[in-house]
């Protein structure tokens, strides 16, 4: 095993609070939700912790019983709070609306002025928290918050720089929030992911990033977008994504891939039906490379376990999923029950 496995993985964004309709039930319309905590890096320190990767959450939250079902849910995962610093403010909050038939999920956001996204840098102890770090996980939602998330993101990777710490960044696109500012995400976007080593998106994200549009076709397009951001960025070394297919809102193909400088790898589809919850497949995704990542595993193992956790979070409610590492390592999509 990597000796980069025993150490903790450091994630850093913003802790949310999601509220759900049933499906078929208009926002507009309800009158009962479903309460989860959730978040993008929330979920992946959540989801690496319940493997048995240690994890530390870096974030703020609001000193009141919100602030503290969010934090109480990472601890429950197995993740160290001790750096989910409490500041005035609200708890970020959004609601889903579930897919149902032939229409679309939807998310709402209501995270204007929470704790988090009124935090300073130096509100954290970056240097404490990537003390001894395996790696840094950040993604494209924070700065996507506005001018004060961009730096936050900033102040992140510039500790873990100064720390020699590796940083991942997941791109999270989200255009709803960039566009609530007048924000300039190609260029903060370019900046962030010029100091990672690992980046998380597809030829969309990089098309993006790069402000080029890539005209091969499937497997083709995707390696001439990574080729493209290796020139790009020079410190990077994988770039992992996921490709989907969508037939109904219950029933997707998913399949996984991982490019590295010197080649990639990508799995075939799997067929995932009768979808109980997507939301927070990315970050299981995520979860799952950086796990055989730390272990130093192959490109092929790499993406068979990203793809792997992904599929899981499908039938799993909620945006956390919390997998023993003995189900990653038996799962089996579409097998038959165990007893």
Request: glycine fraction near 12%.
């Amino acid at each position: 095993m990597n000796a980069a496995a025993g150490s903790p993985v450091v994630c850093f964004g913003e802790l949310l609070l999601r509220f759900s309709t049933r499906n078929g039930v208009a926002l507009a319309r309800t009158r009962e939700c479903g309460v989860d905590v959730g978040g993008a890096e929330a979920n992946v320190a959540a989801a690496l912790a319940s493997l048995g990767q240690p994890c530390r959450m870096v974030s703020a939250v609001p000193d009141n019983p919100l602030g503290r079902m969010a934090r109480m849910a990472l601890a429950s995962a197995g993740a160290d709070t001790a750096h989910v610093a409490s500041r005035v403010g609200r708890m970020g909050l959004y609601f889903y609306e579930p897919p149902a038939g032939p229409i679309a999920g939807r998310v709402t956001y209501d995270r204007a002025g929470s704790a988090f996204a009124q935090a300073r840098p130096e509100d954290f102890d970056f240097a404490g928290a990537l003390e001894g770090a395996a790696l840094l996980h950040i993604s494209g939602i924070t700065p996507a918050l506005g001018p004060g998330g961009v730096g936050l993101a900033r102040a992140a990777t510039a500790a873990a720089e100064a720390a020699g710490v590796p940083i991942c960044f997941d791109g999270n696109y989200r255009a709803n929030l960039w566009d609530a500012w007048e924000s300039d995400p190609q260029g903060i976007l370019q900046e962030l992911v010029g100091h990672a080593q690992m980046l998380i998106g597809n030829h969309r994200d990089i098309s993006l990033l790069l402000g080029r549009v890539f005209s091969g076709d499937g497997p083709d397009r995707r390696r001439e977008a990574a080729e493209a951001a290796f020139e790009a960025f020079p410190k990077l070394e994988l770039i992992a994504s996921t490709a989907r297919h969508v037939e109904t809102g219950q029933v997707h193909r998913l399949a996984a891939r991982v490019d590295l400088r010197g080649g990639h790898w990508q799995t075939e589809e799997v067929r995932i039906e009768g979808i109980v919850d997507r939301i927070g497949t990315g970050d299981a995704f995520a979860a799952g490379l950086l796990l055989r990542y730390l272990e130093g595993a192959s490109a092929q193992d790499m993406a068979k376990s990203a793809l792997a956790m992904a599929v899981m979070k499908h039938g799993t409610p909620g945006d956390m999923i919390l997998a023993s590492r003995a189900e990653l390592d038996g799962f089996d999509p579409g097998g038959d029950v165990r007893r």
